[in-house]
């Protein structure tokens, strides 16, 4: 019943019922309540296609932003008629993956033969390689009788959407391997420029080493010892989201790419040095901005956690650190063994767990568990975040 009595039909019937009024009883009045209605039908059922009319989309270029924020996208919705249009929604649909994500605009003004710019006003909530598939134009002004919409297929626009950066605690404990094209020096002594101490001269040593003046002064010759260049050194593996977590801001795997952005930005403010594991990357990501780039563009299960850590495997050298990011779904005794399968030395591991304040209470309810697990162990866990309660 409700079907058939939308407000379309009722009007026209109540504008019926006024003609059929009118030239019976021929009363003015009625007749004039005839042409109100009449006349207030007809605007709300041809406005909305007036005002969809002579608009046209222009979208092109690709662009970059990250999760949240504002894109600079180049999207207009231009009016080439003479009368303007009111309250126009605009739905852009773009295509990630298996996935397609709708947002939702509305223009409560496009003047006569101008331009309105949308991009703007698009944030994507979440990270991922977007590409515009269509523009639906709906507007159903001003009396919501009928909707009008109108469709524009689009091609050539994509946005790149970067992880946002997670804030994360690093390892207090961090250690320094050598690295010898780094700026820092450890208490250790190797190959630098930077004097570590003198000493006496024992046979079959390099003579390039001797210390001239020193051993003048000292009547015999003295070798100068130099400190070992070394900074830190983290490899990081982490989980990639599944199809059906894909593009959800709340789920865990897609908190665990952010929080691996979050790691890469703490490493370099550290003066660390990052190995990132990812998919599509034939060797280790050095460069933040290019593991963001990476983590955006990843797509469903392209690189398991047993495989990124069978990547690490021989690359662990002394005083490096490897640090694993995991969704809180991992069962304990599936991710230690996945541990004891990689050759760790006596590499030090901390595990991140990737929790949200938005997620389910299920999986909020999983992380303890398994941080307690991985504690237990030995394994250093970290699972609360700044400015997360």
């Known amino acids: 019943m409700e079907r058939w009595l939308s407000k379309p039909r009722v009007l026209l019937a109540l504008s019926g019922v006024l003609l059929l ?10 007749f004039g309540m005839f042409l ?3 006349t207030l039908s007809v605007l709300g059922l041809l406005l909305p296609w007036l005002s969809l009319r002579s608009l046209q989309v222009l979208a092109s ?10 894109s600079n996208v180049q999207l207009l919705v231009e009016r080439r008629a003479w009368w303007p249009a009111f309250m126009v929604d605009v739905e852009t649909h773009w295509q990630w993956g298996p996935r397609t994500i709708v947002l939702s605009h509305t223009l409560p003004l496009i003047r006569a033969r101008q331009r309105c710019a949308l991009g703007h006003q698009i944030t994507f909530p979440c990270r991922g390689d977007y590409r515009l598939a269509k523009v639906v ?8 009788l009928v909707t009008a919409r109108r469709t524009m297929a689009q091609q050539g626009v994509a ?3 970067l992880p946002r950066a997670q804030e994360v605690f690093l390892p207090a404990d961090l250690s320094a391997a050598h690295d010898p094209l780094g700026n820092q020096v450890t208490h250790r002594l190797g190959q630098s420029f930077e004097l570590g101490n003198l000493r006496h001269y024992v046979a079959g040593e390099p003579l390039g080493r001797v210390n001239w003046r020193a051993s003048a002064r000292s009547g015999e010759l003295v070798i100068q010892q130099f400190q070992q260049s070394g900074s830190p050194l983290l490899h990081v593996v982490t989980d990639i989201p599944s199809g059906n977590e894909l593009a959800r801001p709340d789920a865990p ?15 370099e403010e550290a003066g660390a040095r990052i190995r990132a594991y990812l998919p599509q990357q034939a060797e280790a990501l050095r460069d933040t901005l290019a593991i963001r780039r ?11 956690l047993r495989e990124a850590l069978g990547r690490v495997q021989g690359r662990l050298s002394e005083g490096s650190q490897l640090l694993v990011v995991v969704s809180p779904r991992w069962a304990a005794s599936l991710l230690m063994r996945e541990f004891s399968a990689l050759d760790l030395g006596r590499c030090p591991v901390t595990v991140y767990i990737a929790t949200h304040p938005a997620q389910a209470v299920g999986d909020q309810a999983l992380a303890p568990a398994l941080a307690l697990a991985l504690a237990q162990a030995g394994f250093q866990v970290i699972s609360h975040y700044p400015g997360q309660r």
């Open 21 to 30: 009024s009118a030239l019976n009883r021929h009363d003015p009045m009625v």
């Open 159 to 161: 946005v790149l959407v």
């Open 253 to 267: 795997s897609e908190q665990a790419l952010r929080v691996v952005a979050g790691l890469c930005e703490a490493a």
């Open 294 to 304: 990476a983590l955006a563009g990843a797509m469903p299960d392209s690189l398991p």
């Open 61 to 70: 270029g690709t662009s970059e932003t990250v999760e949240g924020q504002a």
């Open 137 to 144: 134009l709906a507007s159903g002004f001003p009396l919501g």
């Open 36 to 38: 109100f209605l009449a």
